[in-house]
C-alpha cells in the first residue's frame, strides 16, 4: 500500500478533501472549459484578467469553487496516494505511468541529479552574496550548458581557447591598439565544434524537461548549501525526488514523514495554470527559444513578492507581527494603511485555496510536533490572522489564505531557510512550466499582444539647443 509508513499525513489530506468537498459547490465554469474555436471574444480586464492565451489539457483551476485539476485528477486525491516524480509524469505526459513507464522515468531523472559542472561552475559565483532566486536562475542557465549541446554546437573561432593560465592569453601576442579588441573573434576561420546535437539532446525536447526537474532540484539545494557556507553535497540515487532534495538541503536522510510532507509541498505547487512565471516561461518558448531560456523567465518571474516570492515574505509578515495579542492592532493598520496582507487573495481563486487547505493542517502537524515553541507562536498568528482577514476581506471581496499562507511554515519546521521558500516553489513549478512548454509546442504561435497607443502625435523635434522650460520626466 503507497504511504503506509505516514498514514497520518494521507488521514491529514483526505480530511482537508472531505471538508473542501462538503465545502464547495462542484460544477466547472463554461467559459474555462469549453473547446474555444478562435478568434474568441472574452472580457479582458488589466493584467489580462480573464484573457485566454490557449487551450490546454494539463490543469485546471476552479476558481469559484477552490478545486485544482491535474489532468483530470483532483489534487488532492494526488497528494493522498501518488508523489511527485508521478505527478511530474502525469503532467508531461498527459496519463499515469505504468510500472516499466514510471522506473524508466524514475531511472532518467536519477541519471539528472548529478550536474557537477553546473555546481562546480556556479561556486566560483559569489552565491553567499546573490539572491537565492538569482543564484538559481545563472545554475538554470549553466545547465543547459552541461545538458544540451546547444551551446557547444555554435561557431567557435579557430582559436586557441582562453584559459585560466595567463601566458596563453591573447594579449601576450596582441598588443593594445591593434584593430581587434583583444578576445574578439576572427569569424573568418571558424569550425564547427560539436557536431553531437540531435533531438535526443534537444533543448526544447522530453529530455530537457527531465533534466530541467532534476537539474534545478540540484541547483536549488547547492544554492543553499553555499550561501550558509557548506559544500553543496552529492545527490544520492536511491532516494526520492523529495528525500534527495531534503538531503541535498541539510545533509541528512529525512525522516518517512519529512519526506512525504516536503512530497505534498511539491505535487501541490507543481502547476497552476496560466500563472505570471507559466505565462513568462510560455513567451520565451513561443519565440522557438528552448527550454533553458524559458524556465529561467519563469524563475525571475516568480522571485516577485505578487507570486512565488510571497512565502518567504509571509514567514518575516509573522514574525514581524511576532505574537498573537499583536494581530489584531497589526492587522488594523495594515488595512488602513491599504496594504496587501501577503498569503492573501487570488487572481483566480475566490474561494479558499485548495493548496491552504492541505498546507494549513500539515503546518499545524509539524508545529505540534516540534519542539521549537516559536514556530508553534507564529502558527497561531498566522490561523489568528486568517481568521480576520476572511471575516472581513473574505466577506467583502473573497479574500482567502492562499498557497503562500502556510507553506513557509511548513517549510521551516522542517529546518528549510526562508531564503529558499521560493526556490523550492520553483523546483517544483519546473513540471508545469515545462510540461505547458512542451503542449504549447506542438501547435506553437508567438505571443504577441497589443498595446494601446495613449500618447501624443505630430509633435515637431526640437533640437537640444533650443528647448526652453524644465518638463518634469514621465514615470
Ligand atoms: N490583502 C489585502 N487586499 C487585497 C489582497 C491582499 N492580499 N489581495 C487583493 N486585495 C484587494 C485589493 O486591494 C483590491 O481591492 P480594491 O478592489 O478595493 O482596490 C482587490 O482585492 C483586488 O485585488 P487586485 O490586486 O486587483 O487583485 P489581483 O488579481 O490583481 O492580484 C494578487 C492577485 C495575488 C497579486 C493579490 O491578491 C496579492 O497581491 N496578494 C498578496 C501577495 C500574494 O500572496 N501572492 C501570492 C499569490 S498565490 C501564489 C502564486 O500564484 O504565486
Known amino acids: 500500500m503507497p504511504h503506509s509508513s505516514t498514514q497520518e499525513i494521507t488521514d491529514i489530506i483526505l480530511k482537508a478533501a472531505n471538508k473542501a468537498r462538503q465545502e464547495i459547490k462542484p460544477g466547472q465554469e463554461k467559459s474555462f472549459t469549453n473547446p474555444v474555436k478562435w478568434p474568441i471574444d472574452c472580457l479582458v480586464g488589466p493584467g489580462l484578467e480573464g484573457a485566454i492565451a490557449c487551450e490546454s489539457e494539463i490543469g485546471y483551476v476552479n476558481g469559484s469553487s477552490g478545486e485544482l485539476i491535474y489532468r483530470g485528477y483532483n489534487v488532492f486525491d494526488l497528494c493522498a496516494y501518488s508523489n511527485f516524480e508521478e505527478v511530474s509524469y502525469l503532467l508531461i505526459h498527459g496519463h499515469l505511468p505504468t510500472a516499466v513507464q514510471f522506473k524508466k522515468f524514475k531511472k532518467d531523472l ?4 548529478f550536474v557537477p559542472k ?14 537565492s532566486m538569482a543564484a538559481l536562475r545563472l545554475g538554470s542557465n549553466l545547465l543547459r550548458r552541461e545538458f544540451s549541446y546547444v551551446d557547444q554546437r555554435t561557431y567557435r573561432p579557430d582559436y586557441p ?5 595567463e601566458d596563453s592569453i591573447p594579449m601576450e601576442t596582441r598588443p593594445m591598439g591593434e584593430k581587434h579588441a583583444i578576445y574578439e573573434f576572427n569569424n573568418g576561420k571558424i569550425t564547427q565544434r560539436n557536431n553531437k546535437f540531435s533531438e535526443l539532446n534537444s533543448p526544447s525536447g522530453l529530455k530537457s524537461c527531465y533534466q530541467l526537474i532534476s537539474g534545478v532540484a540540484a541547483v ?11 559544500l553543496p553535497i552529492e545527490a544520492d540515487p536511491e532516494l526520492s525526488h523529495a528525500a534527495n532534495l531534503l538531503y541535498m538541503l ?8 519529512e519526506e512525504r510532507i516536503m512530497d505534498v509541498a511539491l505535487i501541490l505547487h507543481a502547476d497552476h495554470g496560466m500563472n505570471a512565471s507559466t505565462f513568462a516561461t510560455m513567451v520565451v518558448a513561443s519565440t522557438l527559444s528552448d527550454l533553458y531560456f524559458a524556465v529561467g523567465s519563469g524563475i525571475a518571474a516568480l522571485n516577485g513578492p505578487l507570486h512565488g516570492g510571497a512565502n518567504e515574505q509571509v514567514l518575516h509578515m509573522l514574525e514581524k507581527i511576532g505574537s498573537v495579542n499583536n494581530v489584531k ?13 501577503m498569503g492573501f487573495g487570488h ?15 500539515l503546518a499545524k502537524y509539524l508545529v505540534e510536533k516540534s519542539e521549537n515553541k516559536r514556530s508553534l507562536e507564529l502558527f497561531n498568528v498566522a490561523t489568528e490572522l486568517e481568521k480576520k482577514v476572511v471575516d472581513t476581506l473574505g466577506v467583502e471581496k473573497k479574500i482567502f489564505p492562499n498557497v503562500d499562507f502556510y507553506s513557509g511554515i511548513v517549510y521551516s519546521c522542517m529546518g528549510i531557510p526562508a531564503d529558499l ?25 508567438i505571443f504577441r499582444p497589443r498595446a494601446v497607443y495613449v500618447g501624443q502625435f505630430d509633435l515637431d523635434y526640437v533640437p537640444l539647443n533650443k528647448r526652453k522650460g524644465e518638463k518634469s520626466d514621465k514615470k
Open 347 to 361: 487572481r483566480v481563486y475566490k474561494a479558499y485555496d485548495p493548496r491552504a487547505r492541505v498546507l494549513g493542517p
Open 118 to 131: 553546473t555546481i562546480r561552475t556556479l561556486m566560483s559565483f559569489p552565491v553567499e552574496e546573490m539572491n
Open 421 to 445: 521558500f521560493t526556490p523550492i516553489f520553483a523546483v517544483s513549478r519546473v513540471s508545469g512550466w515545462t510540461s505547458r512548454v512542451l503542449e504549447y509546442l506542438k501547435n506553437n504561435r
Open 161 to 165: 581557447p582562453i584559459s585560466s593560465d
Open 250 to 257: 541539510t545533509g541528512r536522510k529525512p525522516t518517512a514523514v
Open 220 to 230: 536549488a539545494a547547492a544554492v543553499s548549501r553555499m550561501r550558509q557556507g557548506h
Open 110 to 113: 536519477v541519471s539528472y541529479r
Open 329 to 341: 492592532d497589526w492587522y488594523q493598520k495594515a488595512r488602513s494603511r491599504k496594504d496587501k496582507i
